[in-house]
């Protein structure tokens, strides 16, 4: 069997899942097989792997007393005969709920069909018996019920609350099942399914609605995927349903470790389903990596031998749109509230972190750079902020513009507005002497009136403003403030000791790249600045990234060096916060850049900036990604102080991210030239 196409969810360790609601009709389950057998037939033309149906879905929840009626179960029992026969060409696992004679005992049960076989039987664990459930009135629990077999379909099946069913083949994935109040219990069969290896927990679910209760299942649902580290596929009655004395509202979504990545609108009038691909490989990673996850595995008192039911499942040939939403800006999402309220959090970690350390010194003063750029911008809005916390005037922030060489008139305009504007002490230390003396003294061209800007002649003035800065702090009891971002630690673009990499403490060192112009964005629209200060932020904004270190008519554009910071920063997150391969994470950003038009953009983001990128950018960027974090780990194993701000990482080797200085990046590169397309 070969690995499908590189642009399959499937060859990157996705599968798709998906989730249905039939329209019922009650007490036939002969048409209601049918029902299931339609959409089961859609979710294969759309390469769906499981599908999954509501709490006895077969017969109807609502049938009440019907339910113990010998024709009914007779009639239920062929229907799954039917099903299994009728569904031998699909490809799907097919989950159904249905009632189920065992020994004399009457079950609600979910049943799993693939391949024109019956693969298993998982019946309910918890019946409900308050408010408007009566459960008991005609079924027994299913907590207990272990290593049994059922006979159905002219099968003998494996019946119990210990089965997990298993697919083989290039996507290897493992199901767990349980049924409506088991999620609602404090111990669902869920939680020892997903301790027990299960990766897709599925819930086949009859709850009706009253007011609030969707919210409550949401949350029940979403809890559940990120305490199991698991996804959660949930389906419940609709349409079709008695209304005597109840509502139902088709109520159907999956999560993936607590987000909610598909859902279907409720109180639909007819069938309805939806399908997303979940990312079995990132759920087994995060396992891996949160060792809590291993901990509760090996101390679970309720250890059950669990029996893996296996089946074959061949993923779709050829290409297949990824189907889930994947942000363009990992650090800044699209959603307006969502961002708001990142960058509430973020500014916020970030004035917390400074006032913290600025009381801890005992000192009463800062010394800041001001550039005139984006991060020395943000920088200062939260020295600002912090001194005003801590009842400190602003004249205690020192803050300096140092034009060197190339510092372009609008920059060195901007920075003396924005000083003057946020009250603080502003004077200007020109260093231009100062490092054309240095450059003397190392007899570099450039000291000898030669138009040589290497490397050195850049790092001298990164360095010297540094100097001066530290020596302000000296001269003036004070904290020098850093103002070298995430992105800039990760691409190593920061002048190692004497340069932006170092100060006592920096507050942006968690803050991306791509999330300080946001940040920005909100304290300029936040009502704390007049307007006259959010005007000059937005001019701020709008200036293109510049070292301003060397001489001429055209702009030094960071971008040109270190690749897209929109692409970079994607890169970052996805490798550092789920250790993904290469090629994975270039499947990703394909599939989130390839098209401008499609999903959507951050508020504020200029026009400009919402373009795409095709495969051959993806690759030559991330490439030279893999080549610079690695090669400039030295810098991240000594950086000052700053707190973590985004679950998308730190890169301080004191808070979340380890790693020896002379590690190669050639395994990674390997792994994205063999398994990538050119």
Same mark, same amino acid.
């Given at each position: 069997?070969?690995?499908?196409?590189?642009?399959?969810?499937?060859?990157?360790?996705?599968? #798709?899942?998906?989730?249905?609601?039939?329209?019922?009709?009650?007490?036939?389950?002969?048409?209601?097989?049918?029902?299931?057998?339609?959409?089961?037939?859609?979710?294969?033309?759309?390469?769906?792997?499981?599908?999954?149906?509501?709490?006895?879905?077969?017969?109807?929840?609502?049938?009440?007393?019907?339910?113990?009626?010998?024709?009914?179960?007779?009639?239920?029992?062929?229907?799954? %005969?039917?099903?299994?026969?009728?569904?031998?060409?699909?490809?799907?696992?097919?989950?159904?709920?249905?009632?189920?004679?065992?020994?004399?005992?009457?079950?609600?049960?979910?049943?799993?069909?693939?391949?024109?076989?019956?693969?298993?039987?998982?019946? !309910?664990?918890?019946?409900?018996?308050?408010?408007?459930?009566?459960?008991?009135?005609?079924?027994?629990?299913?907590?207990?019920?272990?290593?049994?077999?059922?006979?159905?379909?002219?099968?003998?099946?494996?019946?119990?609350?210990?089965?997990?069913? #298993?697919?083989?083949?290039?996507?290897?994935?493992?199901?767990?099942?349980?049924?409506?109040?088991?999620?609602?219990?404090?111990?669902?069969?869920?939680?020892?399914?997903?301790?027990?290896?299960?990766?897709?927990?599925?819930?086949?679910?009859?709850?009706?609605?009253?007011?609030?209760?969707?919210?409550?299942? #949401?949350?029940?649902?979403?809890?559940?995927?990120?305490?199991?580290?698991?996804?959660?596929?949930?389906?419940?009655?609709?349409?079709?349903?008695?209304?005597?004395?109840?509502?139902?509202?088709?109520?159907?979504?999956?999560?993936?470790?607590?987000?909610?990545?598909?859902?279907?609108?409720?109180?639909?009038?007819?069938?309805?389903?939806?399908?997303?691909?979940?990312?079995?490989?990132?759920?087994?990673?995060?396992?891996?990596?949160?060792?809590?996850?291993?901990?509760?595995?090996?101390?679970?008192?309720?250890?059950?031998?669990?029996?893996?039911?296996?089946?074959?499942?061949?993923?779709?040939?050829?290409?297949?749109?990824?189907?889930?939403?994947?942000?363009?800006?990992?650090?800044?999402?699209?959603?307006?509230?969502?961002?708001?309220?990142?960058?509430?959090?973020?500014?916020?970690?970030?004035?917390?972190?400074?006032?913290?350390?600025?009381?801890?010194?005992?000192? !009463?003063?800062?010394?800041?750079?001001?550039?005139?750029?984006?991060?020395?911008?943000?920088?200062?809005?939260?020295?600002?902020?912090?001194?005003?916390?801590?009842?400190?005037?602003?004249?205690?922030?020192?803050?300096?513009?140092?034009?060197?060489?190339?510092?372009?008139?609008? %920059? !060195?305009?901007?920075?003396?507005?924005?000083?003057?504007? /946020?009250?603080?002490?502003?004077?200007?230390?020109?260093?231009?002497? =100062?490092?054309?003396?240095?450059?003397?003294?190392?007899?570099?061209?450039?000291?000898?009136?030669?138009?040589?800007?290497?490397?050195?002649?850049?790092?001298?003035?990164?360095?010297?403003?540094?100097?001066?800065?530290? #020596?302000?702090?000296?001269?003036?009891?004070?904290?020098?403030?850093?103002?070298?971002?995430?992105?800039?630690?990760?691409?190593?673009?920061?002048?190692?000791?004497?340069?932006?990499?170092?100060?006592?403490?920096?507050?942006?060192?968690?803050?991306?790249?791509?999330?300080?112009?946001?940040?920005?964005?909100?304290?300029?629209?936040?009502?704390?600045?007049?307007?006259?200060?959010?005007?000059?932020?937005?001019?701020?904004?709008?200036?293109?990234?510049?070292?301003?270190?060397?001489?001429?008519?055209?702009?030094?554009?960071?971008?040109?060096?270190?690749?897209?910071?929109?692409?970079?920063?994607?890169?970052?997150?996805?490798?550092?916060?789920?250790?993904?391969?290469?090629?994975?994470?270039?499947?990703?950003?394909?599939?989130?850049?390839?098209?401008?038009?499609?999903?959507?953009?951050?508020?504020?983001?200029?026009?400009?900036?919402?373009?795409?990128?095709?495969?051959?950018?993806?690759?030559?960027?991330?490439?030279?990604?893999?080549?610079?974090?690695?090669?400039?780990?030295?810098?991240?194993?000594?950086?000052?102080?700053?707190?973590?701000?985004?679950?998308?990482?730190?890169?301080?080797?004191?808070?979340?991210?380890? /790693?020896?200085?002379?590690?190669?990046?050639? =395994?990674?590169? =390997?792994?994205?030239?063999?398994?990538?397309?050119?």
């Amino acid at each position: 069997m070969g690995s499908p196409s590189f642009f399959s969810p499937y060859r990157h360790g996705f599968v #798709r899942v998906a989730t249905a609601v039939p329209k019922v009709k009650l007490a036939d389950p002969a048409a209601n097989a049918r029902s299931v057998l339609a959409l089961a037939r859609e979710a294969h033309e759309a390469g769906v792997a499981v599908i999954v149906f509501p709490e006895l879905g077969l017969t109807g929840y609502t049938i009440d007393d019907l339910l113990q009626q010998e024709v009914l179960l007779d009639a239920a029992e062929a229907a799954i %005969t039917t099903l299994a026969t009728e569904s031998k060409a699909l490809s799907p696992l097919i989950v159904v709920g249905a009632p189920l004679r065992d020994g004399g005992r009457l079950y609600n049960t979910a049943v799993a069909i693939q391949g024109g076989q019956v693969l298993g039987v998982v019946p !309910k664990s918890f019946l409900p018996n308050y408010r408007e459930f009566y459960e008991r009135r005609w079924f027994t629990p299913g907590a207990g019920v272990t290593g049994r077999t059922l006979a159905l379909a002219g099968q003998a099946v494996p019946f119990g609350t210990d089965v997990l069913f #298993r697919a083989g083949g290039p996507t290897p994935f493992t199901i767990g099942v349980e049924i409506c109040e088991d999620v609602w219990t404090p111990t669902p069969p869920s939680t020892a399914q997903a301790l027990a290896g299960a990766e897709i927990l599925l819930n086949l679910s009859a709850s009706n609605i009253t007011i609030g209760k969707s919210e409550t299942r #949401r949350l029940l649902c979403a809890s559940q995927s990120s305490r199991m580290i698991a996804a959660y596929v949930y389906s419940a009655a609709g349409a079709g349903e008695s209304s005597t004395d109840l509502a139902w509202d088709g109520h159907v979504d999956i999560h993936e470790m607590g987000a909610l990545l598909a859902q279907t609108a409720r109180f639909s009038t007819g069938p309805a389903w939806t399908f997303a691909d979940v990312d079995v490989e990132r759920i087994r990673q995060e396992r891996m990596r949160v060792g809590s996850f291993g901990d509760a595995m090996a101390l679970n008192p309720a250890k059950i031998p669990f029996r893996v039911v296996p089946f074959a499942f061949a993923p779709p040939k050829g290409d297949l749109a990824l189907a889930r939403g994947i942000e363009r800006f990992p650090f800044t999402p699209s959603d307006p509230a969502k961002l708001r309220e990142n960058c509430y959090e973020a500014y916020n970690i970030q004035v917390q972190g400074l006032a913290r350390r600025l009381e801890a010194s005992g000192l !009463k003063k800062l010394v800041i750079g001001i550039s005139g750029g984006l991060d020395s911008t943000q920088a200062l809005l939260v020295a600002a902020k912090a001194v005003d916390q801590l009842g400190l005037p602003r004249a205690n922030i020192l803050a300096y513009t140092l034009p060197g060489f190339a510092t372009s008139d609008r %920059t !060195k305009d901007n920075a003396w507005a924005l000083m003057r504007a /946020m009250g603080v002490t502003a004077a200007e230390l020109d260093i231009r002497p =100062a490092a054309t003396q240095m450059l003397k003294d190392l007899d570099h061209p450039f000291g000898r009136g030669e138009p040589v800007y290497d490397v050195t002649f850049e790092n001298v003035q990164a360095g010297l403003r540094t100097d001066y800065l530290f #020596r302000l702090a000296n001269h003036n009891a004070a904290l020098v403030v850093g103002t070298g971002d995430l992105s800039e630690l990760a691409l190593g673009w920061c002048t190692y000791g004497v340069g932006d990499h170092m100060s006592h403490y920096n507050p942006n060192c968690g803050a991306a790249k791509t999330l300080i112009q946001h940040l920005i964005r909100f304290v300029a629209h936040s009502g704390e600045v007049d307007a006259t200060t959010t005007a000059l932020l937005e001019d701020i904004l709008a200036t293109e990234i510049s070292p301003e270190l060397v001489p001429g008519e055209e702009v030094q554009a960071t971008e040109s060096f270190v690749g897209p910071y929109a692409l970079q920063d994607f890169n970052l997150y996805y490798l550092t916060r789920y250790g993904m391969a290469p090629s994975k994470i270039a499947f990703l950003a394909w599939s989130a850049w390839h098209d401008a038009d499609k999903g959507g953009w951050p508020v504020g983001l200029p026009a400009s900036a919402r373009r795409a990128y095709d495969l051959a950018e993806i690759k030559q960027w991330l490439e030279l990604f893999l080549k610079r974090f690695f090669a400039n780990q030295f810098k991240r194993s000594a950086v000052p102080n700053g707190p973590k701000i985004s679950s998308g990482g730190a890169l301080s080797p004191r808070g979340d991210w380890r /790693m020896p200085s002379d590690a190669t990046a050639d =395994a990674w590169l =390997a792994e994205l030239h063999a398994n990538m397309p050119s």
